[in-house]
């Protein structure tokens, strides 16, 4: 199985502050790479996807990039709505495989 | 609207089997593989088993791999996931979960998930 290594495991952040998170796959997934948001109690939520592209209602603070084995998930500005786990999941290999998550928190 | 609403969660002894469901709404059932993801207490996401638009294409997490059995039914746009041997390491949330493609590709749209408890 594909596997998917976050960075770090928690983050802590104060609100208005930019917060960069890692993800690095065991081998080459070209940019077949999302990003989710999950929230105690709620669905995951699909935020980037082709490492890159936002999803419709993702707003422009998030950004993707990297390509190969290197993703990298920005928050440029963070809310009081962006504290949650953040998860990278690859898509290249049946099955898809999510990364351990990221803990982004208040600080 | 795309809809995805699973069921047949519950308690269930170690060793005993359980057959989870996912009705689907809102999209051409055909066209998209659909996946289970779990997360155990504490735990992270894991997709577990994933299946092709058509049905004819499966995959499955190592840890699951030869006890769990995901299928689909077109004639009810429904997902299943058949749990065999259980044990308390597969206690967790269900999450039925459509991806973007007809074979793969990211999830888009996910359904609010499901309680297995494996205890004695």
């Known amino acids: 199985e594909m596997v998917m290594t976050q960075t770090p495991a928690t983050l802590s952040v104060s609100p208005g502050e930019r917060a960069t998170l890692s993800c690095r796959a065991s081998?080459?997934?070209?940019?077949?790479l999302a990003w989710y948001q999950h929230k105690p109690g709620q669905a995951p939520r699909l935020l980037i996807y082709g490492a890159s592209a936002r999803a419709y209602d993702t707003p422009a603070r998030f950004s993707g990039s990297g390509s190969g084995t290197e993703f990298t998930l920005t928050i440029s500005s963070l809310q009081s709505e962006d504290f949650a786990v953040y998860y990278c999941q690859q898509y290249d290999h049946w099955p898809q495989t999510f990364g351990q998550g990221t803990s982004v928190q208040i600080k | 609207e795309v809809h995805l609403l699973e069921s047949g969660g519950g308690l269930v002894q170690p060793g005993g089997s359980l057959r989870l469901s996912c009705a689907t709404s809102g999209f051409t059932f055909n066209l998209h593989a659909l996946s289970w993801v779990r997360q155990g207490p504490g735990k992270g996401l894991e997709c577990i088993a994933s299946?092709?638009?058509?049905?004819?294409?499966?995959a499955y997490a190592d840890s699951v791999k030869g006890r769990f059995i995901i299928s689909r039914d077109s004639s009810k746009n429904t997902l299943f996931l058949e749990m065999n041997r259980l044990t308390a390491e597969d206690t967790a949330i269900y999450f039925c979960?459509?991806?973007?493609?007809?074979?793969?590709?990211?999830?888009?749209?996910w359904g609010q998930g499901t309680l297995v408890t494996v205890s004695s």
């Open positions: 299946i092709s638009g058509s049905g004819g294409s499966t």
């Open positions: 979960a459509r991806t973007d493609g007809y074979n793969s590709g990211w999830t888009d749209y």
């Open positions: 081998q080459t997934i070209s940019n077949n």
